[in-house]
Every structure is written in C-alpha cells, then in structure tokens.
C-alpha cells in the first residue's frame, strides 16, 4: 500500500505561483510514476501532468503546458507540481497520484493511477 498527502495549496492571485507537493510513504520501494489530477466545482476530475519514476519522461496538458512543472525527489517520497502564471481557471483541488511505473512511461488516464491523495485546494483569485 502507498499513502500520497498533498500539501501547499491556498489562495493566490492570478498571475502568483504556487508549489504543491505529494509526499509519498509505506511501500516505496516499488516504483511509482506520478500525476496531478484536478476537478473544479460541479466538473470531472482532469489529467494536469505526470512523471516517469526515473524523472526522465514528463507530461501536460495542453492548458497548463508552459507554465506548470512536475518534479520528483525520490530520494525524499516528494513530488512537485510548481504552477506559475496561474489563472482563475486553474482553480479546483489538486490530487496526487502513483501507479506502479514498469516502461518509465507516464499515463494522463486516471484510471491508470491506483492509489490517490485527498487533495488540496487551489484557488486563484481574479
């Protein structure tokens, strides 16, 4: 079993940043890619970035590409998602989450993921 926490979300204008991250604990020594999902009020949760275990291979969406950063420290259990140049748009709750990374490939299909974080909030004021 792996537990994902996230933690970092907040209030920001539009135009600010801010950093989310994912700390990941129980069994890590498998290998797990990553993904940031969000869901905005009354919407479907959506795929926002993913990572490969090694680092090596990333993703975005289109609406976020440019301006959001997946990172990992494995070393640590921590993923990062920095977000710039944020946008109301951008607002809903982030989610982690890990799947089991057997090619070093990334996945933008949630159900690919089996475990989740409970998510934190973003909110971008205009």
């Known amino acids: 079993q792996v537990q994902l926490a996230e933690s970092g979300g907040g209030l920001v204008q539009a135009g600010g940043s801010l950093r989310l991250s994912c700390a990941v604990s129980?069994?890590?020594?498998?290998?797990?890619?990553m993904g940031w999902f969000r869901q905005a009020p009354g919407q479907e949760r959506e795929f926002v970035a993913a990572?490969?275990?090694?680092?090596?291979?990333?993703r975005y969406t289109d609406s976020v590409q440019g301006r959001f950063t997946i990172s990992r420290d494995n070393a640590g259990n921590t993923v990062y998602l920095q977000m710039n140049s944020l946008k109301p748009e951008d607002t809903a709750i982030y989610f982690c989450?890990?799947?089991?990374?057997?090619?070093?490939?990334?996945?933008?299909?949630?159900?690919?993921?089996?475990?989740w974080g409970q998510g934190t909030q973003v909110t971008v004021s205009s």
């Open positions: 989450a890990a799947r089991e990374d057997v090619y070093g490939s990334t996945s933008s299909q949630s159900w690919e993921y089996a475990y």
């Open positions: 129980g069994r890590t020594s498998s290998r797990y890619a």
């Open positions: 990572i490969s275990w090694s680092g090596k291979s990333t």
